[in-house]
């Protein structure tokens, strides 16, 4: 069965960092497919929509949101099938339960993601 573990997530200070890491296992994972994909990071906050927060193409090209631009950094290791999400300068506003998913477009259901809390 095909699946996306998101970890890495906790409660930090404002300004404090942490890396997230989503793990791919299955068979449908093995072979070229996980390498040939692109994945994504999103994040629910409470009361609002599900929204992507970075993404990373095949070729390793990367992509944003405005409001986590020089903040975030998303980066994968097509050996261990592991996409990571670094993220500095945290902030109140960034507390979510953040997913990993294919990228551009979500394709899969979502997995338990992890808690991403940012306080003081």
């Known amino acids: 069965q095909a699946q996306l573990v998101e970890s890495g997530g906790g409660w930090v200070q404002p300004g404090g960092s942490l890396t997230l890491s989503c793990v791919a296992s299955?068979?449908?994972?093995?072979?070229?497919?996980?390498?040939?994909?692109?994945w994504g990071w999103y994040r629910r906050a409470p009361e609002k929509e599900r929204e992507l927060v970075a993404g990373?193409?095949?070729?390793?090209?990367?992509i944003y949101r405005d409001s986590v631009k020089g903040r975030f950094n998303i980066s994968r290791d097509n050996g261990k099938k592991t996409v990571y999400l670094r993220m500095n300068s945290l902030e109140p506003e960034d507390t979510a339960v953040y997913y990993c998913?294919?990228?551009?477009?979500?394709?899969?259901?979502w997995g338990q993601g992890t808690q991403v809390t940012v306080s003081s």
């Open positions: 998913n294919d990228y551009p477009r979500p394709l899969r259901s």
């Open positions: 990373i193409s095949y070729g390793g090209g990367t």
């Open positions: 299955g068979r449908i994972f093995s072979g070229n497919y996980f390498r040939t994909n692109g």
